[in-house]
């Protein structure tokens, strides 16, 4: 199921005021970590796959990245992307990630934040970046952690007094289809289990540099008091790996 939710016009204004579409990538809880898994982009070919408003084409450039293709299925998603870039060496495709078929050996990092839990089948994605990428090339990708999708309801446990008591996790091993909520939309995500992303990779034939899972920096803590309680569970899972 190839599931575009951006170009409805209800869900892509809420999801326009959201403060990681307003103030970019210093705005998103795990940027600060996802950077850290990011290679060196200088000289690099560089895909960036559900590329939303461009922010991380953007940043591969301002590393001096060679050239950036961003992919987006949301044609309301590329618009606003365009209106932000000022860049020849930065291009944007309208296409479903579940699609892609570049020619091998055509980048050195593909870059995906946010975007694989839309998708059913991973290790589709993971055979064409491996396909795609030069020898030594790098996948990194963040998603939301398979403890935050495992339930429909994706949502802490409250008390009577509407208190977070703690975060339920259920039915962690039956992988497949969620239909929750998001921006006060349904939305469809598919929950999988960690071992599942990791053995995918490595079928594909990726060796895994690095897993790390979302904490907000010293300094979300400090300015934005909700920011404690992402200290009581990962909400995103994020992981290097290379094309052997």
């Known amino acids: 199921m190839k599931q575009n939710k951006y170009d409805d016009a209800n869900f892509f204004s809420a999801y326009e005021k959201m403060p990681r579409s307003v103030d970019g990538l210093e705005a998103a809880g795990e ?99 491996h396909d795609c990428l030069t020898a030594g090339g790098t996948f990194v990708f963040s998603v939301e952690h398979p403890i935050f999708t495992s339930r429909n309801e994706q949502d802490w446990h409250y008390d009577d007094q509407g208190e977070r008591l703690h975060w339920p996790v259920d039915n962690y091993q039956s992988e497949g289809m969620r239909e929750t ?26 060796s895994i540099n690095a897993v790390k899972e979302s904490t907000p920096s010293d300094e ?17 899972l994020m992981i290097s790996a290379e094309k052997k």
């Open 31 to 129: 940027w600060y970590v996802l950077k850290t898994l990011i290679p060196r982009l200088r000289n690099k070919n560089v895909l960036d796959l559900g590329c939303g408003f461009g922010w991380h084409c953007r940043y591969a450039r301002e590393q001096q990245a060679s050239s950036v293709i961003g992919v987006d299925i949301s044609d309301k998603m590329l618009q606003k992307a365009r209106e932000m870039t000022d860049d020849p060496l930065i291009s944007y495709v309208q296409m479903p990630i579940e699609d892609i078929l570049f020619a091998d050996n055509s980048f050195d990092v593909v870059i995906s934040s946010l975007a694989i839990h839309y998708i059913e089948s991973f290790d589709s994605i993971c055979k064409k970046v």
């Open 220 to 236: 979300m803590l400090k300015n934005i008091p909700e920011m404690q309680d992402e200290t009581r569970r990962p909400m995103f």
């Open 181 to 206: 909520t998001f921006l006060t939309e349904n939305v469809i995500k598919y929950h999988r289990t960690l071992s599942t992303y990791m053995n995918d990779l490595i079928e594909a034939g990726f």
